[in-house]
């Protein structure tokens, strides 16, 4: 379809995109701005790119897809070091994605069984995916010289995923080699901080060479009216007008679409409906539309399954995105369920839970899907997998509901004892506070179930270890630690004897670990070290076991060196990895590498700013250096996302008295106090000023209360020291 230009649009456009980096385009469906924006941008001094946002459509990235393609073409021809460097966001976001600069092999939880891939992705594991492709592009960008207006269409359908990397892009790129142009067609896009701009209608002169020559004014007048300016319906009207329909007068616009559409035959229909899907429901032929909404729903699902088994396919070989358009169009939600069952796996391997539940969210609402299937289907499996996620994302109100009644329909399901392991694990380290009499509960049927149905399953043992494994950190959360160390063992040696060392070997380096982690609970770092040790040379390139082996030598004296290098592997192992940049800065602060913890702090609040305890550290840091006007910008921005924490109020207070300001420092003090009223650092430090503000008395009080509740010498200084100044 020819685009048009929309005259009074233009400086709009221009000035927004000039002012702000970005701007949402608000258009009603079928106005084709393009030409518009293309005419508005000529001379902006970037290149100006076009794409469609619609994930469903172009896979969950859809809108910087072809961003990504040229940027991976480019740099393996000119800078493969940079594909080498950001790696592991690469192949983590895009799992199917091989590239020769490749240099880090996937750990077990990428080359591990669908079935056994009991480990899944925390949900902030997403944004530092995000963080990693984001600087992959924004340096590629400065070594190709890239200045890009990326204009995407139908952003209101762009996936969470992809619009919270247009809010990472816009939060890193300082130099702005990126700017974005969002063409909302639903009124539903909204970032804080975008210009907005309303395209508005075009003029009959603008649409006039949709118009034939000899049509009449006054004909061509009705027809834009009844189109209400809008070129996508203007042109349906013209067919219909064409047809021999009255557009204009008593008919609607749907209406005589429709009587045009009933002239057609029914194999006409079918023809015309057949087209539409198979080019993915184009949304430019408005009769090719409307003919869809009201002709053989049957036929259009049957179609509808057809173009999606063949787009997984394609998917698989790595020869397109995840396209899940097709198997979300089906109106049958119980077929629609069985399609979208394996692009949900899919979403939910990857830890892109936020697009995974954008449509995910309404099936597991629906109380018919929720109990669809024998119990054993992939269906349900689906439905588990839901729930896992959602307990560890906090919502185990959801989760709990859902699994109770999966027990309660399927109690002879094949996933009983994934649903009784998620119930323990849900009471046991999820939900707060946590209920370990009920999660043992839990943990004890599941194991009384393994042994009563399924002693004769092919992975019996198997089965058994993993409930068992759940029990076992259920009694090191109890102070058992015995009885933890002892199932984990035994454990261990049945998978081995029965499996032997390669075989589930996910779950068998999960056993070694859950040992490691009981002996560092009871003081025995030298065996906790030692286990850890065995786990990362089973799954070398799991990050995330180095920076708990980075925590454990920190604790050990004369192992820093070692702990530091352990936070750098798991910082080159993993995507953006603000915790190890956290704990580094803990260890680089002991060992008195002040910049180099502040450098920590900073990157780990590049990857997160909202990470509070990154703030609260920087400002003691800073505090304890003598910049105490920096210390109360960082505590202040802490306290924005944990305003109820008392060490961060007592820290303003303190703060804001070396700036010799004692009315702010004592508000500070008290508040730390209604927070925790036994909050000893911050009596003392309250009695320090209102002695110095006349206040003796009050001042006592509190003095006595820090000395009450810590014994610290310089609290029994501080009493003193006021007794002394009211006996003289």
């Known amino acids: 379809m020819a685009d048009f230009v929309q005259s009074h649009a233009l400086a709009l456009i221009s000035e927004a995109v000039g002012a702000s980096t970005i701007t949402v385009l608000k258009a009603d469906k079928g106005m084709a701005p393009r030409a518009t924006v293309a005419t508005a941008l000529a001379d902006c001094g970037s290149n100006v790119e076009f794409a469609d946002g619609d994930w469903q459509r172009g896979g969950y990235l859809a809108g910087f897809q072809n961003l990504v393609d040229a940027a991976l073409e480019w740099t393996t021809k ?27 092999p996937k750990d077990l939880t990428n080359t591990s069984s669908k079935e056994e891939r009991t480990r899944f992705y925390h949900h902030e594991y997403q944004n530092k995916l995000l963080v990693g492709l984001a600087e992959y592009l924004l340096e590629y960008a400065s070594r190709s010289g890239l200045r890009c207006v990326l204009v995407i269409d139908r952003a209101s359908e762009m996936s969470p995923t992809a619009v919270n990397l247009v ?92 009587l045009h559409l009933a002239s057609l035959s029914p194999e006409e229909r079918s023809e015309m409906l057949r087209s539409y899907v198979e080019a993915d429901c184009n949304p430019t032929d408005l009769i090719a ?110 989760s709990v509901p859902y699994l109770d009644l999966f027990y309660s329909k399927f109690p002879s399901s094949r996933y009983t004892p994934t649903v009784l392991y998620a119930q323990s694990m849900t009471y046991a380290r999820y939900q707060q ?17 393994i042994e009563r149905d399924f002693k004769y399953h092919e992975k019996y043992h198997y089965i058994k270890v993993f409930a068992e494994n759940a029990y076992a950190y259920i009694k090191a959360r109890q102070g058992q630690f015995d009885e933890a160390l002892q199932l984990c063992t035994e454990g261990k040696a049945t998978m081995s004897e029965i499996y032997g060392d390669n075989r589930f070997k996910l779950h068998q380096s999960i056993l070694m670990y859950n040992i490691s982690q009981v002996y560092e609970l ?17 799954d070398p390139y799991y990050g995330e076991y180095q920076n708990d082996l980075g925590n454990l030598l920190g604790k050990v004296p004369g192992r820093e060196v070692h702990a530091s290098n352990a936070y750098a592997r798991a910082i080159e192992l993993c995507p ?115 002695f110095n503000a006349k206040q003796p008395d009050l001042a006592l009080e509190h003095a006595n209360q820090a000395v009450d509740f810590a014994g610290e010498p310089d609290y029994e200084a501080t009493r003193n020291h006021i007794r002394m100044a009211l006996a003289s």
């Open 522 to 538: 009871v003081n025995e770092l030298s065996l906790a070290e030692r286990k850890l040790g065995d786990v990362i040379a089973v």
């Open 167 to 258: 809010k990472v892009l816009r939060r890193l790129d300082s130099e702005r080699h990126f700017r974005f142009v969002l063409v909302d067609h639903s009124n539903s896009v909204f970032i804080e901080g975008a210009c907005e701009v309303n395209f508005g209608c075009y003029s009959i002169d603008e649409l006039a060479g949709l118009f034939k020559p000899d049509m009449a004014p006054q004909k061509r007048r009705l027809i834009f009216e009844a189109a209400r300016g809008n070129p996508l319906l203007l042109r349906a009207l013209i067919t219909c007008n064409q047809a021999g329909m009255p557009v204009v007068g008593y008919l609607t616009s749907n209406a005589a679409i429709d």
């Open 576 to 690: 953006p990895y603000y915790e190890a940049h956290l704990n580094r800065a803990g260890l680089r602060k002991r060992l008195g590498d002040t910049q180099g913890a502040l450098s920590d702090l900073d990157r780990a609040l590049s990857i997160k700013p909202e990470e509070w305890r990154a703030l609260l550290e920087k400002g003691n840091i800073l505090l304890s250096a003598g910049n105490p006007s920096s210390a109360i910008e960082a505590y202040l921005a802490a306290a924005e996302f944990v305003p109820s924490h008392a060490d961060l109020q007592s820290n303003l207070g303190l703060a804001y008295s070396e700036l010799e300001k004692p009315e702010q420092s004592i508000a500070h003090y008290q508040k730390a106090l209604d927070i925790d009223p036994r909050h000893a650092p911050a009596h003392n430090n309250l009695a320090i000023e209102l």
């Open 289 to 398: 539309q409307r003919n869809y909404e009201t002709f053989d729903r049957e036929y259009a699902d049957s179609l509808h399954a057809e173009m999606h088994r063949a787009a997984i396919e394609k998917h698989l070989a790595g020869k397109s995105p995840l396209v899940t358009f097709h198997a979300l169009s089906v109106r049958n939600k119980f077929k629609r369920l069985e399609l979208i069952a394996e692009p949900s796996e899919i979403l939910k391997s990857i830890g892109l839970y936020d697009t995974w539940f954008s449509y995910f969210g309404e099936m597991f609402a629906d109380p018919e899907l929720r109990v669809y299937g024998t119990g054993n289907d992939a269906v349900n499996a689906v439905f588990i997998n839901a729930a896992f996620v959602l307990y560890s994302l906090g919502c185990g109100c959801v």
């Open 78 to 104: 000119e800078c493969p070091h940079l594909i080498e460097k950001h790696q592991q966001s690469l192949k983590r976001l895009f799992p199917l994605l091989s590239s020769a600069a490749f240099t880090v």
């Open 433 to 449: 506070p946590v209920n370990l009499p009920l999660a043992e509960q839990y943990a004890l049927r599941n194991i009384d179930t």
